[in-house]
């Protein structure tokens, strides 16, 4: 009698658990490698978006704080309060409408405002802010004469760069008159400019004296209209940064640039900004001491400008705990455990250091 032995099919119970077993450490294994490479990729993500974040800001910050007081080749001094030029001031007027419900001190009085100025602490988290007040890059070359001081049109050169109610410096070096432009051809080559009310601008004033009619007088300080041969147009502005709530809804903290009464929201994720300004005490162009801009004694000493800003990550969690980190020598922190990074920058200003 033959005795047939059968062969063993499917796996034991004891070879069952041994792979589960070894099946758990590789699946531990690849969990704890997925995590960690998840971890590492969301910290450099956070940190390559923060730093670029933040070198953006501070260049758009530096750029505008370098043209902030420059005004062609004119240096303002103050005018008696009304536009018109005291009798001892024959540098600038400023043509603006002071009498319109829209015109704004703080915006529109370029000559006797400080060309940079901040406030401190009116910001989100405790962030301060900073106006700038200076010409726009590149200016305008005149094509032809003013033939008369009520002239209402200026002619030059052929840009895309002015628009309507842009508020417009002309030049030639001994005096300066800023008025608005009332329109601007398609081109760019010509620039009217009347007294007629404007709906959310100041418009121009129409002084004394003016031999135009709806126009106000643009002179040299001879009494002369400017010429091809010595003035140039400029575009001015006013620049203010703050930190205030994104636009989006999002609820994160965004760095706002207005240009001329116009918000624009530059970048979110920047948390704080601080500023303190560099006074020349000695008069050798040098900053001595830096201060808060409401302990500055004598704003035409500031020759730079310190500039802090905390810029942080988009998703909380991050970080394993909370990071501190260090502004003006105090130590900070939160408890989002996002990942932040403060930026610095000393920033020398061009048209008071000589």
């Known amino acids: 009698m033959k005795i047939f032995l059968s062969k063993q099919t499917g796996l034991s119970l004891v070879e069952i658990m041994v792979a589960l077993v070894i099946s758990l450490f590789l699946m531990g294994g690849i969990t ?3 995590l960690g490479n998840n971890a590492s990729y969301r910290f450099s993500d956070a940190s390559s978006r923060i730093q ?66 901040a406030t401190v602490n009116d910001g ?58 009332t329109t601007v051809s398609a081109d760019g080559t010509t620039i009217t400019h009347t007294s007629a009310a404007a709906t959310n601008t100041p418009g121009n004033s129409n002084p004394n004296d003016c031999a135009g009619t709806g126009s106000h007088c643009l002179l040299d300080k001879n009494d002369q209209p400017f010429t091809p041969n010595n003035a140039a147009a400029f575009s001015l502005q006013s620049v203010t940064y703050s930190v205030q709530l994104s636009g989006s809804g999002s609820g994160e903290p965004a760095l706002w640039r ?22 020349d005490t000695s008069g050798d162009g040098s900053p001595n001491q830096y201060r808060t801009s409401d302990q500055v004694a004598d704003p035409n000493q500031v020759t730079a400008i310190r500039i802090w ?40 200003l061009r048209n008071r250091t000589g």
């Open 309 to 348: 800003l905390v810029v942080r990550s988009e998703r909380e969690n991050v970080l394993d705990e909370s990071q501190i980190y260090i502004i003006d020598g105090v130590n900070e922190s939160q408890d989002d455990n996002r990942l932040r990074q403060v930026f610095s920058t000393t920033i020398a």
């Open 258 to 279: 207005s240009v001329n009464n116009i918000n624009q929201e530059l970048i979110e994720g920047i948390e704080q900004m601080q500023i303190l300004f560099g006074e």
């Open 52 to 117: 670029e974040n933040g070198r953006f800001v501070l260049d758009t910050i530096t750029t505008d704080v370098r043209m902030s007081g420059f005004w062609g080749c004119i240096s303002f001094q103050e005018d008696d309060g009304d536009g018109q030029l005291a009798d001892d001031n024959p540098s600038i007027q400023n043509h603006l409408n002071r009498d319109s419900d829209n015109f704004d001190t703080d915006l529109h009085d370029f000559i006797n405002n400080p060309s940079m100025t």
């Open 32 to 34: 704890q490698v997925y």
């Open 124 to 181: 989100l988290n405790g962030s301060d802010s900073l106006t700038l007040r200076g010409t726009k890059p590149g200016s305008y070359s005149f094509t032809g004469n003013l033939t008369s001081p009520g002239d209402g049109t200026i002619s030059v050169v052929a840009n895309n760069n002015l628009s309507d109610n842009d508020i417009i410096l002309i030049t030639n070096c001994f005096t300066a008159d800023i008025f608005e432009a």
